[in-house]
């Protein structure tokens, strides 16, 4: 098909050679050169049936309107529709390329425009002139039409060649080092094979080793157990050596009268008269004698004395003046207090401040409830997991990642001393009454009751197998309360470094465990959920609560005991009344919650969790 363009084409092709654009006068229209040039058309070839409509038949009657008959065309569009027609197959013809074409379109190919514009010129000057004519001019021979589409398609087929060569390459780098991975992956298979086969080849060995020595520690036992025996009979006899020594003494000391009168004496009286003479005697040896302190090697000289066991707590005198029974809690204050999770709180034991530790490495001092932070504390190189004020209120004990525990002074406003004994992570610190004390628990399995006034670790409490996730010393005593990862919590004596009871029944780590204010009554709660009640005196379970099942993180009494409030993995604070068995779950938290605290008086209760935020409740 042909279509007629104006003359414009010549004059964009002048504007490239950087000649002006002539101004056409209208009047002068037919002098304005213009060529003809052939355009192709390529048939559409789809599946689509086009149907010719008469414009006559579309606007005949447009003034009438009738609906039956719109109702009739509309049933014969849907047939239509229904009815799949295959459509005729266009016949393609090709025309050949004029020589004209091919020599512009050679030209414009090598970007040659200043000859293009000169073939241009000369060209349409001689058609105008009559001096060519069309029929003059013939079509290119297939042959040149063929060769220039297989220089093209030489060309694409380099240019695929050069891309897949690329792609091989590239394919054969990753396929040698994918063969390289292969052989390092076989060669350490190899190697953890070996490996798992030396370390069959040892226990086998180990369990040979410890079945020769069963005889040997079987032997051990008896010989033990005989020791013992004989060293119970010497004491008898020590006893009794003791008591003919008592009598002996007694005999010289006696007049001449007297020893007549036990010549008269029986044999039973004798005897009789010298045991009360050996006891009486004993009596005043062991009076006169000091006691022995056998646990207590290399004594420091500046090492404190423990307080002894009085059973007196003078909170328990103010508690029955000043202690509130919150019946209602409700949210107060929302303080932003870190950058990142709140790991543990404590409470000033006379003024409403609090401490708050972070996994930002920092600690921090706030007013209650206004929120104003009073003092920053930074000196750990890893996150702060625990806080807890000294009985008198001016220094603070921390524990870190970083495996240390710090004294820090406030009235120095600084770190005055680190205890570095631990090998991993100490989770938790608490203090003494007395304040003489200091016992930590670590994710070694042990816990460390530190002496303040000759700076160095007493007693290592050694027992859990696992990490002690959470201590304290009971109030006004010398009692350490410990909850471990290995699912037990245990009792200790500070002042002999031994464990007096294990209390078992959790089936998860124990992450809290904390005494009432009576000590007479204690609380854990696990990794699932679930919080119990001990009874201290009778070392068995009172009262078992699964709140899971989220984490239980942290646990604690009001000051009455009749209530506990458990903080959670789900966000929430659970309020349960141990009288009425009644549960109050507190949503406020945007994320977990990691401690709970209430202040000495049950006037409020703190709360921190992993959305960087400490909430008063009241």
């Known amino acids: 098909m042909a279509t007629i363009q104006p003359a414009p084409k010549m004059d964009i092709l002048k504007k490239q050679s950087s000649h002006e654009i002539p101004k056409i006068d209208l009047s002068k229209i037919d002098n304005v050169p213009y060529f003809i040039e052939k355009e192709y058309i390529r048939d559409i070839d789809d599946d689509f049936a086009y149907e010719e409509v ?39 013809n090709i025309i050949p390329e004029t020589t004209d074409d091919f020599i512009r379109n050679f030209l414009v190919k090598l970007n040659l425009l200043k000859t293009l514009n000169a073939f ?29 589409q297989l220089a093209d398609q030489v060309k694409f087929f380099k240019f695929e060649v050069d891309r897949f060569k690329k792609a091989a390459e590239k394919a054969k780098e990753e396929y040698v080092k994918m063969k390289k991975e292969r052989d390092y992956h076989r060669m350490h298979h190899n190697r953890v094979a070996q490996e798992k086969n030396k370390l069959i080849t040892d226990l086998k060995r180990l369990k040979l080793h410890y079945e020769t020595y069963e005889p040997l520690l079987k032997n051990m036992k008896d010989k033990y157990e005989g020791a013992i025996r004989d060293k119970i009979v010497n004491q008898l006899e020590r006893d009794r050596a003791v008591a003919e020594l008592g009598a002996i003494k007694s005999n010289e000391n006696l007049s001449p009268k007297d020893k007549l009168e036990k010549k008269d004496m029986g044999p039973t009286q004798k005897r009789l008269l010298e045991y009360r003479n050996g006891e009486k ?29 009085t059973g007196l707590n003078p909170y328990l005198n103010r508690l029955k003046e000043d202690a509130h029974n919150l019946t209602s809690i409700r949210l107060s204050q929302t303080i932003q207090a870190h950058n990142l999770p709140i790991s543990s709180i404590a409470i000033h034991p006379r003024k409403m401040i609090a401490v708050t530790t972070s996994d930002d490495k920092s600690w921090k001092m706030w007013t209650i409830p206004d929120g104003q932070m009073i003092m920053r504390g930074d000196g ?37 001393h680190t205890f570095t004994d631990h090998l991993q992570a100490v989770w938790d610190v608490s203090w003494h009454s007395c304040g003489n004390f200091l016992v930590s628990g670590s994710r070694d399995n042990t816990a460390k009751v530190w002496d303040l006034n000759s700076l160095r670790c007493r007693y290592t409490l050694r027992g859990h197998a696992d990490a002690i996730n959470s201590v304290e010393f009971l109030h006004f005593s010398n009692i350490i309360l410990t909850g471990s990862s290995d699912k037990t919590i245990s009792l200790w ?57 989220y984490s239980a993180n942290s646990v604690a009494f009001n000051p009455l005991s009749t209530m506990i409030v458990v903080a959670s993995d789900d966000g929430s604070l659970k309020s349960f009344n141990i009288q009425s068995q009644q549960l109050t779950p507190l949503a406020a938290h945007e994320d977990a919650v990691n401690c709970v605290k209430f202040d000495i008086n049950g006037s409020y209760i703190l709360s921190g969790g992993c959305d960087n935020t400490l909430r008063v409740w009241s």
Request: glycine share 6%; hydrophobic share 30%.
């Open 493 to 549: 004596d500070a002042r002999t470094g031994l464990v007096a009871h294990n209390f078992y029944g959790h089936m998860n780590s124990v992450n809290h465990a904390t005494f009432n204010l009576r000590g007479d009554t204690l609380a854990s709660c696990d990794s699932m959920g679930v919080v119990k009640i001990w009874d201290v005196r009778k070392v068995s379970v009172t009262e078992s609560h699964d709140f899971g099942p």
């Open 281 to 309: 005697a004993l009596r005043e040896e062991m009076k006169t004698k000091k006691p022995e302190e056998p646990f207590i090697t290399n004594r420091h000289p500046k090492d404190s004395e423990f307080p002894p066991e």
């Open 120 to 148: 241009q010129n000369e060209w349409y000057e001689h058609v105008q002139s009559g001096r060519l004519k069309a029929d003059d001019v013939g079509s290119v021979p297939d042959i040149y039409a063929k060769n220039q």
């Open 380 to 416: 750990h190189t890893d996150w702060v997991s625990g806080c807890e004020f000294h009985p008198n209120g001016k220094m603070l004990a921390t524990s870190s990642g970083d495996s240390t525990v710090k004294l820090w002074n406030f009235e120095k406003q600084k770190c005055i």
């Open 54 to 92: 008469p414009v006559e038949d579309f606007y005949e009657n447009e003034n009438e309107e009738n609906f039956e008959l719109a109702l009739l065309k509309l049933d014969d569009g849907s047939k239509d529709k229904l009815t799949v027609a295959t459509p005729p197959r266009a016949d393609i």
